[in-house]
């Protein structure tokens, strides 16, 4: 039963959050940026982010291969 009514609680949610209209087909926001030329800034600040995230996850990843290394030598 609380199965039942989960899955119909999240399905109707879905249908809730796309009903909503739009107010224009393309975001205002964006084609404000866009005149303004700052949407260079913008798309350069995510890369940014992005390769830093992948940079720290490649070396938490060389950092925890030598650490299993090292665990697995001493044993």
Known sequence: MNKKFLSVLFTM????????????DAPQ???AFRENGK???VITVISLIFLAII????????????????????S
């Open 55 to 74: 940079a720290f996850l490649v070396y938490l990843e060389r950092t925890l291969k030598k650490l299993e290394n090292m665990i697995k030598d001493k």
């Open 13 to 24: 949610m879905a249908i809730w959050a796309t009903a909503q209209p739009m107010a224009s």
């Open 29 to 31: 926001m964006a084609d």
């Open 39 to 41: 949407i260079y800034v």
